[in-house]
Nanobody
Framework: QVQLVESGGGLVQAGDSLRLSCTAS????????VGWFRQGPGKEREFVAA????????AYKDSVKGRFTISRNNAENTVFLQMDSLKPEDTAVYFC???????????????WGQGTQVTVSS
């Protein structure tokens, strides 16, 4: 069973950058695609980005394209979400989860982490 733990959140100002990490335990991590989702105050959980097991296929939410970059290091069992040019509307709890192929449907994901808070002040 794969367990995922998010880290790297914090309080930053608009225009700043943060790098989130999703670290996994378990031998099957390198065979799984991983996605990042977020849930802002009073909002539904929404897809942010996903990456294939090989790190060669990606999917992004339109509003983060060009600002966020997802990557992975299977040797370290970690998936990263580099977030640049952050905006106040990016404020949310960010979660990572596992799936078979990159997609934006949260129902296709399992092994959800507990989340890490990202707060962007204006």
């Amino acid at each position: 069973q794969v367990q995922l733990v998010e880290s790297g959140g914090g309080l930053v100002q608009a225009g700043d950058s943060l790098r989130l990490s999703c670290t996994a335990s378990g031998r099957t991590f390198s065979s799984l695609a991983v996605g990042w989702f977020r849930q802002g105050p009073g909002k539904e959980r929404e897809f942010v980005a996903a990456i294939s097991w090989s790190g060669t296929r990606f999917a992004y939410k339109d509003s983060v394209k060009g600002r966020f970059t997802i990557s992975r290091n299977n040797a370290e069992n970690t998936v990263f979400l580099q977030m640049d040019s952050l905006k106040p509307e990016d404020t949310a709890v960010y979660f990572c989860a596992a799936t078979s192929i990159p997609n934006s449907d949260p129902r296709q994901y399992t092994n959800w982490g507990q989340g890490t808070q990202v707060t962007v002040s204006s």
